[in-house]
C-alpha cells in the first residue's frame, strides 16, 4: 500500500503539489481564526451551588443547607468530590465530577438533585448553582477609581454596576462581571426603636406596612370613545420624599408616616467586601470567560468597550483596564514560543545546509516542517483545540522529527541518483526515485508506529496532567503522521523536480568526509572490543542512574506568570474596616517594593461571587516591572517584611494561575494540604494545632498556616419556648421579626433611568447598637397597651462559635496548607508525614490526608511508570513483528537506556528536580532513541539483503558509515530545534516545556553519540545469527 | 447637693469589685493568639487560661505567657455554674491534673450557663475573676 502511494504521488506530480498548495492556503487562513491560550483547558468539570442563607451562623448554615444538600448531591454519577463551606449566611458547595464528564449534563444531575433537595431547606432559601466556568476564567480586572472628593465611593460603584458592567457583559465570550468595594446604593429605612415605642407601633406591624410601601397593580381597560385605555394604579416610591410619605400606622387616630419613626435615606448597602488599587480605595472589576472563549480577543473587546464608554463617564472617574491581563501573560507566553519555534527553524536549516551543503536538498527537507505544521493547525480546528504553549510545545519538539523523515528519504534518494548518474545505462529519474523512496519506507514508518506507541502513556494520564500533556502529544504525533505522508508523497515530487541533472554530481563535503573517516577509524577500534564498550555504556549509566536520588520532586515546574497574588488571612471574627486597614497596610509594603509596578486588593467577598472568603481574607493582585531583583528573592522579601509588620497575620504567596491550579487540585491556594477529617470541631482545631507545631521548623516549608475556621463573637438570642408562649408568641415569629429588625429587609425598589436600587429597612444603629438595646427591642404591643420586649422572651447574651465550617465528602476538616521554597515537594512531604506519625496522635475517628501537587505528582509519576512498561512491551512486540528476531529486537530496545543517560545528567546540571514534565521528556526519549537504532538496523539488513554484503566488519562500518549523516542530523536538527527552549527555564510560557527539552536533548546527545559505537558494536558482536536468518527468511518468505 | 452620695455610690460600685478582681478588664485572648487546644482562651497578667467544653466535661487549661502548658501546681483555681435569668450559682468540683483541671457539669436541659473561674496566679497579684459561656447542647 505504501508502495502505492509513492507510486501514485509520482505518476501525479502536479496534483501533489496542487493539493499541498490548498493544504498550505487553508492551514495559514485556519491558523487565524484558532484561539490562543496560555494552556488547554485545564478546569475540571465542577459545579457551584451557592445558597444565601439569610444572615444564618455557619453551624446552622452547616446543618441545615449544606448538609441536606450534600446529601443529595452523593452517589451522583461521576462524582470524585463534594467540598463545601459553610459561612455566615452563606453556603458554598463545589461538585467536582471526574475528567471527561460533560459539564452540562453534570449541572443537569446536579439541578435534579436540587430541586429535591430545595424541599428539605428552610423556607425561602433557593440553591443556585453558579455560571459555568473556567480554571483561567479571571481574565481580566479593571478599578474604577476617583481623583475627585465630589464622587463617593457609592457613586463609583453605581458607575461601575450600571454603565461598565451591562456594557462588559454583551461582549461576547464574558460570562460574569463582579465588582467589589465602592457601596451599592440602597434606599435605607432606618427605624428608630425609640419612637416605634412612642407611637405604639410593632415590628410586625412595620413590617406589614412596609411590605406594601410600593406596589403598581393593573385596573383593566377603560373603553371611551370607541377606544381602549389601560388602567394603571400607580404605588410605587420614587425618591426618599415618596418613602417618608408612606403610613406605617395610627398613633391615637392620627396617621403615623415613615418619616416620623425612622431616618429615610441614600447610603451603601451593608458591605462584606471591599477594594483598593494601589492603596486607593476603588471598585475592583474582575471579568470571567466562558469556557473556550479566546481570552485575547474578548480583553481586545474589552478595551475597546471601555475607550467607547470613557467620554461618557461622569468627570473625575478614572477606569484602568490594566490592572490584570491574562491575555498579556498568553501573549508574552505564545510569543516566546513562536519566536523559539522560529529561531529553531533557523538553526535547522543551518544544519541540513552543514551537512547536505546543498540548497535543494535543503529546502526539500526543511519544506515537510511548513506543511506538517499547516495540517496540524487543520486538525486542531477540526477538534476544536487551541494554539497553546502546549501545543506548541509539541510542534516545538517534533521539528527534529518532521525533518528527519524527509531527510532519510532525500538522502537516499540523492544517494541511488548519484549511482544511477555513474551508471553505463541510467534508469528514468522517477523509477530510481520510487525505488530508493520505498526502500526507506519500511524503516520510516516503523519508526512513527513506535513513535505512536511511546506516547501511550501520555494519552492515559488523568487529571491536570492529561489535560495539560495530551495535546501536547496530539501536536506532536499529528504533526509527525503529516510529515510520514508528507516524506511518502510531496518528498519524492518534489526530489523528482529539484535533484535532476548536475546536481546529482553532488559529493560529500569535506565535513562529511571528515566524519565519516573518523566514525571508521572508531568503529575500527570498537568493534573487536564489544566488551569493553558495553561495559564503559553500563557504568556510564548506573552513574547517571545514581543522580537521581539527589534530584527533587516536583508535580509540575513553577511558572512565571509576571504577576504575584498574595492573601492575607487576618483572625476570624475581624470586622471587615479592620481587615481593610490590614490589607491596605499590606498594601502600603508592597508598594514600597522597588520591583511592584501596581497592586489591587479584594477583602472580603463581593457580591454575586463564588469565592466565599471572609471578611478576614484579603487577595492582593500584585504586577511587577520588568525589571529588578530576581522575582523569587523579592517575593522573599515581601513574605518576611509581611510577617514582620503583620505579626498573627496568615500570609500566602503565590501566582494567579498557580493560585486556581492548587485550588483545583486539593480546593487550598496552596502547593501542600494537609487535612485532618473528623466529627468534632474543637478536637480538629485541637489537632491541627498540635500539627502545624510538629512541622513548622521543617526546612523549605513556608507560608504555613492553619485554614482560618477559628471561634468568632456572636450575640445569640435563644427565644424561650415558655416565657414567649405566655404572649401568644411562637419562636418562629419572634425570629423573624427580629431578623427584619436587626439585619434588615428589602420591601421594594426603586426605578431611576435604568437603575434598579432596593428600599430596605432596618433599625437604626442607637436600637441596635448593644446587648441592652437589642433586648429592650418591642416585639408586640398587647391589646391592654403591654409592650412585650425581647428580654421576656429571650435570652440575650454573648458567646463564641466558628466562622465557618469546611467540609469534603460529608466529613467536617480543617486543612494546614503551606508552600515550598528552596527545596522539592517530595522531599518535604516525606519529611512531614516523618514528624506528624511521631508526633501528632489522632483521637478514634480522625484521619490525615495529604493533598495537593504532591498527590497529583505521585498519582502521574505512577501512572507513567505504569503505562511506560506497558508502552515498551509494545515497543517489543512491534519490533519483534517486523524483524522477527528477539536478538535485533533486544539490540534496539538496548538503546533507550543510553538516551536516559545523557537525559538524567543534563536534568541534574539544568533543574535538579524531576516533574511529570521531565517524565513526559523521558517518554518522547525513548522513541526518539529507538528510531535512530531502527534505522541503523534497518540498514545493516538491506545492505545484506539487496546490495549483496555478508556479514562482515567492512559490512557494519559501510552501513553505519551511510547512516552517520542522517543520523547526527536528526540529533542535531532534534537538538538545536529544542535548544532555545533549554535556555528558557523560568520564562513566561516556557516553564512546562523546558524540562521536557532539557531531557531530550541531553538524552539525543548521549544516545546519538553513543549509537554511533554501540550500536554497531552490539550487531557486530551478537547480530551475525539474527541478520542472516532474517535475509534467508526474507528471501523464503511467502506472502498471500 | 443630693446628687454626691449617688455619685459617690456610683464610684464605689464601679472601683470596688475590680479592686478584688480583675472582672471587667479585656480577659479575652489577643487577636493572634490561638487556643492550643480548640477552645476559648482568655488572658491573665503573666498567663492564659483555656476552657474546652464537651458535653458535660470541661478542662481549664493553664498556660504561660508564651502558650506553652504550666502546671497547675501552685495555681489556685475555683469554680462555679451561674444559670441564667435566675442567676442560680452552683460551685464546681474541679480535679487538678498536670496541666489542666477538669471538671463535669449537668446543665440540665439549659441551653447555656456562665462558667465562672476566679483563678490565684502566683506569678501576678490579686485574684482574676473569668467568664466563660458554656453552651451544654452545642
Redesign the interface.
Known sequence: MLNSIIRFALNHRLLVVALTAMLVVYGVLTLGQLPIDVFPDISKPTVTIMTESHGMAP?EVEMRVTFPIESYLNGLPGVERIRSQSGIGLSAIYVEFDWGTDIYRNRQLVQEKLNLAKEHLPKDITPIMGPIGSLMGQIQQISVTTESDKLSPMELRSVAEWVLRPRLMTIPGVSQVISIGGGLKQYQILISAEKINRFQISIEQIDKELSQISQNTTGGFLEKEGQEFLVRNIGIVNDVDDIKKTLVGLHFGRPVLVSDIAEVKEAPRLKRGDGSFNGKPSVVMTIQKQPGADTVTITKAIDKAIEELRPALPAGIVVNPDVFKQANFIEDSIRGIQGKLKTGTVLVFVILFIFLANLRMSIITLTAIPVSFLVTVIVFKLFGMSVNTMTLGGLAIAIGELVDDSIVDVENVFRRLRENAQNANPRSILRVIYEASSEVRNSIVLATIIIALVFLPLFNLTGLEGRLFAPLGIAYLTALMASLIVSLTLTPVLCSYFLRGKTVAHKDTNFVQFLKNYDRVILNWALPRANTVLSASLIMLILSLLLIPFMGRDFLPKFNEGTAMISIV??PG?SLTESNKLGARAEAILLATPEVKSTSRRTGRAELDEHAAGVNVSEIDVDFKPDGRPREKVLNDIRTQLKSEL???GVNIGQPISHLIDHMLSGVSAALAIKIFGP???????KS??LQEAIKDTKGLVDLR?EQQ??IPQVKV?VLREEAAQFGLNPGEITKLLEAALNGEAVAQVIEENRIYDVFFQFDESSRGSIKQMENTVLKIMPDGKKILLRDVA?V????GPNEINRENSQRRMVISGNVSGRDLGGLVQEIQRKVQEKVLLPEGYYIIYGGQFESQQAATRKIIFFGLISILGIAFVLFNHFRSSAITAQIMATIPLAFIGGIVLLFFADRSITVASLVGFITLCGMASRNSIMMISHYLHLMNHEGEKFTKEMIIRGSQERLVPVMMTALVASLALLPLVFSRGQSGSEVLHPVAVVIVGGLLSSTLLDIIVTPTLFYRFGRKSAEAYVTQDKNQETV | MKRQPFLFMLLLLLVGPTSQAHEGHDHDGPAAIQAPKGGVIKSLKKSFIEVVSKGKNIKIYIYDSEIKPKSTSGFKLSAKAVLPRTKKQEPLVLTAQDTFYEASYDAKGLHRYTLELLVKDPESDGDNKLSFTIESKR
Request: charged content about 30%.
Open positions: 453551624e487576618a483572625r475581624i505579626p498573627g497575620v468534632d470541631l474543637t478536637t480538629l482545631r485541637e494545632i498540635e492553619i477559628g471561634l435563644q435570652d447574651y454573648e458567646t463564641t
